[in-house]
């Protein structure tokens, strides 16, 4: 028996010959059509039969293959496939149906499996005669157009674009002809055109607009079906082998008639009867009668949940890149159009707002085509989507949404708040459990690559929205990378067995019962936040000189907290000896209510966040309240809150900011100190009520950055001048102010943004 990467190679040879002899027959077709007044209905059909026999037998071949590899179970197959590739689960449709005797001989589940909208392939790339004189009549009205400004131009061109969206259908196929109707001899546009014009040679040239059957490759060999109690799969099923194509509608050049009426019945042909018996749905791979057992169904005679999954084992991974590539060419191309949506875009309409699409539009930057070759911009949403999925950028540059950059600007937040979020976190309330190195090192992964939306943007096709999420077993992952990758990797896993407990019990699911209501919880859910919530916490030190207080209640309680939390730290291997103490965050209490954040004091005062609108300057410096931190701020206007004479606005935004830059001046500042063995006495751990003690007063952020270097070693700090802050907020940049550095650049670039795209950042 050929091995497994025998069988895929024979596989892969068989698909290739598959779908170029579709291609032969389809022209075959094309030729044979336009010669049917001349040759005869009769003698018409015996040749598509002729041209079809070919097709058939060359579907045959490559079905029966990959029947022979699923000759091994799907787990060893599974076992076969490379580890580092990998794999892209698009959703499906079910429909379900319980039945019971006399229909079926036992009580049965019927699961019919519909592809969704992202499976179907309705593109054509071959043209009318109408729509090749359309292409070409644009191309001729584009370099037609040299006099005039460089905005009358524009302008013209645009005129021209309408003009050919108007000839063809839609927005779509137009930048289809336009594309495929360029003079090979004007690549670019912006020069002059030649006098003369060359069109590329069109190998197909077809009578109809609709010259194919709608259909899909992009299902995977096989299906199985999964039923779960408690948690726990009960019962599998595997279905038969799906066809390689798919077909998902009527071949309007098909020998046979697609759909016939015999009597009062409705029978469609053998390629998409499945559509209509479920019996044939069964023997395609698309459906599965399931013979029910009592130990299927849970409390109230339900089945908790139940999944179908399926994976293309005989695609390697330059199929699955060709499979991807063909089906994102054919949604941008076809009448439902493709693009990706920007976070927060509302999916259906509401008593505010309508939903992000009403209809297929082109949305070309220049407001018509111009056949410009694409450029990769490092980071973009388009670029991390390319690699990612390891597909081609050349048919996706022209989507609409395709310049955004919603995960760079993620990770330049994560940048700029970092030292007022989890720097604080780690470095105050985690210490000792979490050293200066590993938090170091956790800082940097989370600047570099953690956003709540993920790295890849959804996209749209049609009125469907398909959010992409990358996703991984912790449970069987194994990290063979550096030590911290390892500890990051256990600590995830452990986190998840929380995460997973908090899910089960407090999120609205179905499956864990409820009625009508958790069904319109679950159905007004929105796909991000929508809202930000504040949660206060304390030291013991600060409640216990609070009055009416049960101090034995409240040791007890901070003592529990204490135990769990230190617990959990020792599990991972946070070791608690003489010379060590307990991180705060065992000792915090933490308030048992919330607050809301007003969405109108995020980002400006009393003003609702918009895509439109920007930071305004601020009235003496011209600058706006980031940029001027980033480029003017001082120790002495941060101190003061007076930016040149400004005040900044009391939002959120504004007031994290510029915690985030003081506390990284500290950072710096402290580190500078160490470095050049400067004594200093700081406070050295975080406390409710400072300078108890005469003996030893507290020195203070704002005492230890207004130092000055020259005051301790005039020659030795010869070219610091005043204050240590200052001087790390200058364009100086060493070792210890090189965070604070990273800081400022991001703000730089955060400042340009709307306040809408910073709201939602």
């Known amino acids: 028996m050929a091995s497994f990467q025998e069988q895929i190679a024979i596989i892969k040879k068989l698909r290739s010959d598959y779908n170029q002899s579709d291609k032969n027959t389809y022209s075959e077709k094309l030729g044979i059509q336009k010669n049917l007044a001349e040759a005869g209905v009769q003698t018409t059909i015996g040749r598509l039969k002729e041209s079809e026999s070919n097709l058939k037998l060359s579907s045959k071949n490559l079905n029966d293959a990959i029947k022979k590899l699923h000759a091994l179970n799907v787990r060893v197959l599974t076992k076969e496939l490379n580890g580092k590739v990998p ?179 409705i029978k469609f042909n053998e390629d998409i009867d499945w559509l209509q018996d479920f019996n044939k749905a069964i023997t395609n791979g698309l459906g599965m009668k399931i013979q029910l057992q009592p130990a299927m169904f849970s409390a109230g005679n339900s089945i908790e949940r139940i999944t179908v999954l399926g994976m293309a084992h005989s695609a390697d991974a330059d199929n699955g890149k060709v499979i991807l590539e063909q089906m994102f060419e054919n949604h941008h191309y076809s009448s439902k159009g493709l693009s990706f949506l920007k976070q927060g875009t509302p999916t259906n309409n509401t008593e505010k707002d309508g939903s992000g699409y009403a209809k297929n539009e082109d949305h070309l930057d220049k407001g018509y085509y111009a056949g410009t070759t694409p450029t990769k911009t490092s980071g973009s949403d388009l670029d991390l989507f390319t690699r990612i999925l390891g597909v081609d950028l050349n048919n996706l540059h022209e989507l609409n949404n395709s310049n955004l950059n919603e995960h760079a600007n993620a990770l330049m937040m994560n940048t700029a708040l970092y030292a007022a979020t989890l720097s604080y976190y780690f470095n105050e309330l985690m210490d000792p459990a979490i050293k200066e190195a590993d938090a170091n090192l956790i800082r940097d992964y989370f600047t570099k690559y953690v956003t709540a939306r993920g790295p890849l943007a959804p996209i749209r096709v049609g009125d469907q929205p398909y959010g992409i999420l990358l996703s991984s077993d912790l449970t069987r992952w194994t990290e063979t990378g550096s030590k911290f990758y390892i500890g990051l990797t256990e600590c995830l896993r452990r986190l998840q067995l929380i995460w997973d407990g908090m899910v089960s019990s407090k999120v609205p699911a179905i499956g864990n019962g409820g009625n009508s209501e958790t069904l319109l919880k679950i159905l007004g859910l929105h796909s991000g936040s929508v809202a930000l919530r504040q949660r206060l916490a304390n030291l013991p030190d600060f409640s216990y000189s609070a009055g009416n207080i049960n101090i034995n209640g409240l040791k007890n309680e901070v003592q529990a907290l204490n135990h769990r939390i230190v617990e959990f730290l020792k599990s991972l291997g946070f070791a608690y000896g003489e010379d060590s103490f307990y991180p705060l965050i065992s000792n915090m209490i933490f308030y048992n209510w919330t607050t809301t954040l007003s969405e109108k004091k995020l980002v400006l005062p009393n003003v609702v966040s918009s895509e439109n609108e920007y930071l305004p300057e601020l009235p003496k410096s011209g600058l706006n309240y980031i940029s001027w931190m980033a480029q003017k701020a001082t120790i002495a206007a941060l101190e003061s809150v007076n930016f040149d004479g400004d005040k900044p606005p009391r939002t959120l935004l504004a007031m994290l900011l510029r915690h985030s830059m003081l506390t990284e001046l500290r950072q710096a500042g402290t580190k500078f100190y160490i470095k050049n063995k400067l004594p200093i006495s700081i406070t050295s751990f975080e406390k409710s009520l400072y300078n108890f003690d005469k003996a030893a007063p507290d020195l203070t952020s704002y005492e230890l950055l207004r130092g000055e270097p020259q005051k301790l070693d005039n020659r030795k700090f010869a070219n610091i001048r005043g204050n240590i802050g200052d001087y790390l907020l200058s364009e100086y940049v060493g070792i210890e102010n090189r965070q604070l550095s990273e800081m400022k650049k991001a703000m730089n670039n955060l400042s340009q943004l709307s306040t809408k795209t910073l709201e939602k950042t």
Not at 144 to 150: E, N, P, Q, V, Y
Not at 151 to 176: C, D, F, H, M, Y
């Open 87 to 265: 794999v892209v689960m698009l959703p499906v449709r079910l429909e379900t149906r319980f039945v019971n005797p006399p229909v079926s001989a036992v009580p049965e589940l019927w699961i019919r499996i519909y592809p969704d909208d992202i499976h179907a392939n309705t593109h054509e790339p071959a043209m009318t005669k109408g729509e090749i004189e359309a292409g070409e009549f644009y191309w001729k009205g584009i370099a037609s157009f040299d006099a005039g400004t460089t905005a009358e131009k524009e302008e013209a061109r645009k005129n021209v674009w309408l003009k050919l969206k108007e000839t063809v259908t839609g927005a779509q196929r137009a930048i289809w002809v336009a594309k495929s109707t360029k003079p090979i001899n004007w690549a670019d546009i912006n020069t002059t055109a030649p006098a003369t014009l060359q069109f590329p040679v069109y190998p197909e040239i077809k009578d109809h607009s609709w010259t194919r059957a709608p259909r899909t490759q992009a299902l995977p060999d096989r299906f199985v079906i999964t039923i779960f109690k408690n948690k726990m799969p009960v019962y599998e099923q595997i279905g038969n082998i799906i066809p390689d194509t798919v077909f998902l509608g009527p071949d309007p050049m098909a020998a046979e008639e697609a759909i016939k009426k015999l009597g009062t019945d």
